[in-house]
T-cell receptor, first 112, second 116 residues
């Protein structure tokens, strides 16, 4: 079974802190994605990566950056956390040429 | 830009009732379509997908969906729901090829509550 592991299930951070959310997949997938999930808004794409060191902005990239130094790991960075970034963050991966994701369990981030 | 619209935010049914959740999409090209489910406290799981061929697709747990190209719709159905179907359901679309990299655009989600 493909596994996508997010390092933290719950996280509480202070406004202005730099926050790192980590995601690791174990099936050699090329594509990795970061979404945020908010009630009534569904899932919105923040950033995605289709190869090591490659990244593309999604629909809501403002206030976020990403890093993909190794194929299996995709990090989401909140440069200066704000209260409106309180959300559930979901990581997903998929192999090249196949359309459909495997999701991680999510990180519920609260910014106070 | 592609978009997905789910008609109902919250649907409440009794066990054994029939279910239909609406999903419409907007995309200027060939699409792949998905329904995902999120049970309380669990991660998102794939229910079913449509890539091509028979527009009526069957998924896990007795769910099915019909792709109607002329209506840009991909509605989810189940003839008889169970209490264990209580979950949030998400419709999603991706472009079929090119430089889409398979990235999915999701709808707003529909919460389904099934009473015993």
């Amino acid at each position: 079974d493909v596994k996508v592991t997010q390092s933290s299930r719950y996280l509480v951070k202070r406004t202005g802190e730099k926050v790192f959310l980590e995601c690791v997949q174990d099936m050699d997938h090329e594509n990795m994605f970061w979404y945020r999930q908010d009630p009534g808004l569904g899932l919105r794409l923040i950033y995605f990566s289709y190869d090591v060191k490659m990244k593309e902005k999604g629909d809501i990239p403002e206030g976020y950056s990403v890093s993909r130094e190794k194929k299996e790991r995709f990090s989401l960075i909140l440069e200066s956390a704000s209260t409106n970034q309180t959300s559930m963050y979901l990581c997903a991966s998929s192999p090249q040429g196949y359309y459909g994701y495997t999701f991680g369990s999510g990180t519920r981030l609260t910014v106070v | 830009a592609q978009s997905v619209s789910q008609h109902n935010h919250h649907v409440i049914l009794s066990e054994a009732a029939s279910l239909e959740l609406g999903c419409n999409y907007s995309y200027g090209g060939t699409v792949n379509l998905f329904w995902y489910v999120q049970y309380p406290g669990q991660h998102l799981q794939l229910l079913l997908k449509y890539f091509s061929g028979d527009p009526l697709v069957k998924g896990i747990k007795g769910f099915e969906a019909e792709f109607i190209k002329s209506k840009f719709s991909f509605n989810l159905r189940k003839p008889s729901v169970q209490w264990s179907d209580t979950a949030e359901y998400f419709c999603a679309v991706s472009g079929a090829g090119g430089t889409s990299y398979g990235k999915l655009t999701f709808g707003q989600g529909t919460i389904l509550t099934v009473h015993p």
